[in-house]
């Protein structure tokens, strides 16, 4: 009997005591998630912010992407030189020089004043990112096509008023040439390349603005 009650006498130690430590297991675990929900925001709140910053990522991606192939297309522009060493790339007869300069224009027409205008408006980041895809594409294809042929569609007659102009414009932009030899350079290559190729208007400026630079000094 002695024995009973010590059994019971131990037992209205233990059960209280193991309730105690079961509810103090309880507010600690309660404490640290309140403690977790506080520091992290909801789950669909993350996925939009992750949602958010890989948008933002491929936009800027594409921004940069669009202005290496500008770039690209720049050293022709404002080179005359180089840009008869390869006259197809404007040459507006050849399909891949037209679409070339038409992808151009669509993704210059697309291109957002800044990243953050596409972040809300996941068509019109499509859109551009398909414009700036084409571009790059067009540019390739165009480049290729005029490196292989270089000047094969031209007789050598002509082939050698090119190389003409090429050399007199080369001194047009040349700043250690005169003013006056520089004016007459420019003026001889345009006679050479009358009725032959017409060169880009921002070529053209190019060179009569170093032309007139130099003049006005």
Do not use: C
């Not at 600690?28 to 403690?35: D, F, G």
């Not at 040349?174 to 017409?198: H, I, K, M």
């Amino acid at each position: 009997m002695g024995l009973i009650f010590r059994l019971l006498e131990l037992l209205l130690v233990i059960v209280p005591l193991a309730g105690a430590i079961y509810a103090a297991v309880r507010g600690v675990s309660a404490i640290r998630r309140q403690n977790e929900s506080d520091e992290l925001p909801p789950a669909p709140q993350l996925a939009s912010r992750k949602s958010q910053a890989a948008q933002w990522r491929t936009v800027t991606r594409v921004i940069d992407e669009h202005s290496r192939t500008d770039a690209r297309w720049l050293e022709y522009e404002l080179d005359a030189a180089k840009l008869l060493d390869f006259p197809a790339m404007t040459d507006m007869r050849d399909p891949l020089t037209v679409a070339f300069h038409r992808a151009k224009l669509r993704a210059e027409l697309l291109r957002p004043g800044k990243a953050e205008d596409l972040l809300d408006d996941p068509e019109a980041a499509r859109q551009y990112l398909d414009a700036v895809e084409a571009y790059g594409t067009a540019f390739e294809a165009a480049e290729n096509e005029a490196r292989r042929r270089r000047r094969g569609d031209f007789s050598r007659e002509d082939q050698q008023r090119m190389t003409r102009a090429q050399s007199l414009l080369r001194v047009a932009a040349d700043s250690g040439a005169t003013p006056q030899e520089r004016e007459r350079a420019y003026d001889l290559a345009r006679g050479e390349l009358d009725g032959l190729l017409v060169l880009p208007d921002r070529t053209t400026a190019a060179l009569e603005r170093g032309i007139a630079g130099e003049l006005d000094d």
